[in-house]
């Protein structure tokens, strides 16, 4: 059984504000799929003992101090923007997820 | 339909979800300045920018804060948790996600008690975590400002990284009628015992403290309703309005056999009630998975022990003792902690001033001032120890009140400390019993009708003379005195 469905994918897509075709939905649930088995692959060598950790180094806590460092200037800030326009990121207006 | 009407046919549950922007020198995961107001990015760096290859590292001070807010809000200390991505397609944040808190917040479990009309409500906190806040989008192109119609957003990062922590009550049954009341005098106490912490501002009309508000009714007996989320709620007042205008925009809905969706409403200040946002089903998908990029946070028990043990008096118990010590009514001081003031009042008792002198100034012609400014009674221009100096040449009779206030406006106008400013601008009580005895003199002799009324007896008349001599003394003289001479050289009194 497939670990991802066609319709998982186009929603995926559409949250991602992806323009995926009919064609493309078919492809992507195939290479998505094979993705998602082999990851699955590494649960099942798993032993009981080694827990499941979104981390490959054991580490914790690992702070910076609360001090100022030197930030970017507004132009090189701006320099990597598709549009800016009075000192600010210019973009499209995304109206979905907030009126 | 009245509201009490509502309440014996439903029974409202709410929830509180509160942000709060921490007072940090710097972001949540770089080093970039969090001043407000700067010049649109400039406060910005690639970690906040979200450029390729930049890594975040977390802020020291604002995890600590999280946990002492935690620990103020009775609650436990997770010993183990992690950072999350929250994912969503919107230009205010550049990474295309949010670095939060899941499932693994830091703290759990507390409770905040609140008191209304001298009953004691325990409102259960759920969660406090922490994260960023996001960056500022300007719409433009249409004519309102808001998004709908407007063609492009502008978009500012110096927000974008600031720390943010999101404290979240338990749902809150029970609370009938006073759930609006006792919606508000929860987040007025969640902001009193945060500014006691000295970890923000917690100013809500400038957005470090903001304040989403859910909602739902039930009739008696039956389960909980569908609750809605009231966004923009700016306020403290705002607070209390829009858990009442919910309240009996809910119940007439149910009165007439429909149906609650759960949604997010915004709240309109202007009109006191609230309209549709997005619908709740197609918002929620913010595919959480634990941050990879920042290693989990593990506080160490003795650090927790040592911040619990450093906890400030709470705000309740030390209102209550200034209250005792100020001699007050709860309702003055209720006014002297919703104005902030309770602070500086206390240093100008501690600079020599009386209780009722020290609250008079603050907040009497201080407050005023602050108000129309919209800034903090701290950066009205007068220290407490300048407060203390006025009252105190108050006490002495060198000044009156009205003169006071005069060399008030100089003491904010930076002239200088209260006794600089009356010797610059030559403003004393005239004491000087020859001088004034002359005044008064000139006042009868330029009088005499007035001046016979009050020899048959008519005290009241000397009102008049009294002005008089005012006049000529430029408001200088202390008129209890000059009343006194007068009647006394009349041969009343």
Not at chain 2, 36 to 55: D, H, K, R, Y
Not at chain 2, 57 to 66: C, D, Y
Not at chain 2, 281 to 289: G, K, L, M, N, S
Not at chain 2, 352 to 380: F, H, T, Y
């Amino acid at each position: 059984m497939a670990a991802i469905s066609r319709e998982e994918v186009a929603h995926l897509a559409r949250l991602s504000r992806l323009a995926v075709t009919e064609e493309e939905l078919d492809r992507f649930a195939g290479q998505l799929d094979v993705i998602l088995q082999s990851v699955a692959r590494v649960g099942e060598v798993a032993a009981e003992d080694i827990p499941p950790t979104s981390h490959s180094v054991p580490l914790t806590n690992v702070y910076r101090e609360d001090v100022p460092t030197t930030s970017l200037t507004q132009d090189a800030a701006l320099s990597g923007a598709p549009d800016a326009y009075e000192s600010r990121f210019r973009v499209p207006r995304i109206l979905d997820e907030e009126d | 339909m009245s509201y009490e009407e509502i309440l014996t046919r439903y029974e409202p549950v709410i929830g509180l979800e509160t942000h709060v922007e921490l007072g940090t020198a710097t972001k949540m995961f770089c080093g970039c300045k969090t001043d407000f107001g700067a010049e649109p990015n400039t406060q910005v760096c690639p970690v906040c920018l979200a450029l390729p290859g930049a890594l975040p590292v977390m802020n020291r001070a604002a995890i600590e804060a999280t946990i002492r807010i935690g620990l103020a809000l009775n609650c436990d200390i997770a010993e183990w948790c992690r950072m999350a991505r929250k994912n969503y397609f919107y230009p205010d944040m550049p990474k295309n996600f949010q670095t939060s808190q899941y499932d693994e917040p830091l703290c759990v479990d507390g409770y905040v008690d609140v008191e209304v009309d001298g009953v004691t409500h325990r409102i259960g906190i759920e969660r406090v975590h922490i994260e960023e806040d996001t960056g500022k989008t300007l719409h433009v192109g249409g004519a309102t400002g808001r998004i709908h119609g407007a063609t492009e957003s502008l978009v500012d990062y110096n927000r974008a990284g600031i720390p943010l922590v999101e404290i979240v009550t338990k749902p809150v049954p029970g609370l009938g009628g006073l759930a609006p009341e006792i919606a508000k005098a929860y987040v007025a106490e969640l902001r009193d015992i945060i500014r006691s912490l000295g970890v923000s501002d917690v100013r809500m009309e400038q957005g470090s403290m903001r304040c989403d508000v859910n909602t739902s009714l039930n009739r008696p007996g039956e389960e909980w309703g569908t609750r809605t989320e009231t966004k923009n709620v700016n306020s403290l007042r705002s607070v209390e309005r829009a858990v009442r205008s919910e309240i009996i925009r809910q119940s007439g809905i149910l009165d007439g056999g429909g149906k609650i969706h759960q949604e997010t409403r915004h709240f309109h200040e202007d009109r006191g009630d609230t309209s549709p946002g997005r619908s709740k089903e197609t918002a929620t998908d913010y595919r959480y998975f634990p941050e990879p990029d920042l290693v989990p946070i593990a506080p160490d028990a003795a650090w927790v022990a040592s911040l619990k043990a450093a906890l400030p008096e709470k705000p309740s118990t030390r209102r209550a003792r200034l209250r005792e010590e100020w001699g007050i009514s709860e309702l003055d001081m209720q006014s002297v902690a919703n104005a902030g003031a309770v602070e500086i009042i206390e240093e100008t008792i501690a600079a020599g001033a009386s209780p009722a002198g020290a609250r008079k100034w603050w907040m009497g012609e201080l407050a005023r001032r602050a108000n129309e400014l919209n800034i903090e009674l701290a950066a009205v221009g007068a220290t407490p120890a300048q407060v203390a100096a006025l009252q105190k040449l108050v006490d002495e009779g060198k000044l009156n009140d009205k003169l006071a206030r005069t060399v008030l406006e100089g003491v904010v106008a930076g002239e200088g400390d209260p006794a600089e400013v009356m010797a610059a601008r030559g403003l004393e009580v005239v004491n000087d019993t020859g001088a004034l005895t002359a005044a008064v003199d000139e006042a009868i002799a330029a009088n005499p009708d007035i001046a016979a009324k009050i020899r048959d007896g008519k005290i009241a008349a000397a009102g008049a003379l009294v002005g008089a001599v005012m006049k000529t003394t430029r408001g200088q003289a202390d008129a209890k005195t000059v009343r006194e001479l007068l009647l006394e050289r009349l041969g009343v009194s």
